[in-house]
């Protein structure tokens, strides 16, 4: 098989001109990482951990140290992973202290019997890995400082839940086995509550992957999300028949008319083809495939260049 990978860095609602490069060229670099891995002959997993590790890095994302805040100024991150080889799959939720979250689901995927820990469980069995901690601050950014302050002083005229708050990083790779994967990362929502998790760790939410069928991976409302298993919902379409960009607009297309939510989702098929959709303003992606990269943020909006 000709490997593919597919990136996102969350659905916007909008992202300023001085940030749009910034996001551009991290999701650019996450997308390059993930399809050397798989150019080097690295697995569909090895691939996609690498590429979100990539943007759990980079402070422009909601991930790792770009996280928002919850209520008590404090970051709490939520990750999962699957390999569709064997359905293995591995999530953590309400993390803290751990620069890559991404890399902690992949151990509870392959070095325990079960699919998710959470919170101080999460914690001990990081701190078993030899997983190092991160000072809390450190994964605390000026900008999410102050996007915690500004949603508690518009606490008295919020918009909907639905229609902000949409950022998480994911990826889905295709390897030269016909394996497919996916992981995704995410620190929630600003000014969460103490403990919320949303789609994210959740399998079938935050993201599926099947040989038989593909791999997705989610951005959006989280509570939307959970509510209509986006992830495998729209790979249920994909089981039925549909084309990936079919499945994803039914899907997102049910769970905007259903709970007025909105979100993204990036699609591998067993095939190779790929599709990225959404109903957000934007959504920051990039695709590698025959070494070319294809990428953009706005709708209607594509860019391809050559990879070396």
Not at 206 to 233: F, M, P, Q
Request: include cysteine; charged fraction near 25%.
């Amino acid at each position: 098989m000709n490997p593919v990978i597919v990136v996102h860095g969350g659905g916007a609602s909008n992202i300023s001109k001085d940030r749009k490069e910034r996001v551009r060229q991290g999701i650019i670099r996450a997308a390059t990482e993930g399809y050397k891995i798989l150019k080097d002959g690295g697995s569909a997993v090895d691939a996609v951990e690498g590429a979100v590790s990539v943007l759990e890095d980079d402070p422009e994302f909601n991930a790792g140290c770009g996280s928002v805040l919850n209520v008590n100024g404090d970051v709490e991150m939520d990750a999962s992973i699957m390999n569709g080889k064997d359905l293995s799959a591995g999530a953590v939720s309400a993390v803290q202290g751990i620069a890559n979250p991404i890399k902690l689901a992949r151990l509870v995927m392959e070095k325990t019997t079960h699919c998710f820990l959470t919170d101080q469980g999460a914690a001990k069995f990081a701190t078993a890995m030899g997983i190092p901690t991160v000072p809390k601050e450190q994964l605390v950014t000026e900008r999410n400082i102050k996007r915690l302050e500004k949603e508690k002083h518009e606490k008295g005229a919020p918009k909907p839940d639905c229609e902000k708050n949409l950022g998480t990083v994911g990826a889905v790779a295709l390897d030269r086995n016909g394996n497919v994967a996916y992981a995704t990362s995410t620190g929630g929502i600003v000014n969460k509550m103490v403990g919320r998790v949303g789609d994210t760790p959740c399998i079938g939410s935050g993201g599926y992957a099947d040989n038989d069928i593909g791999a997705i991976s989610t951005t959006g409302h989280g509570e939307s999300i959970l509510k209509v298993n986006l992830a495998r919902l729209t790979l249920f379409h994909v089981e039925q028949g549909k084309t990936l960009e079919e499945a994803a607009d039914m899907s997102l297309g049910y769970m905007k008319s259903k709970l007025k939510g909105l979100g993204g989702v990036i699609l591998v098929s067993k095939a190779g083809d790929w599709a990225v959709k959404w109903t957000s303003a934007s959504m920051p992606w990039a695709a590698a495939k025959d070494c070319q990269l294809h990428s953009g943020i706005d709708l209607d909006e594509t860019n391809v260049t050559d990879l070396p």
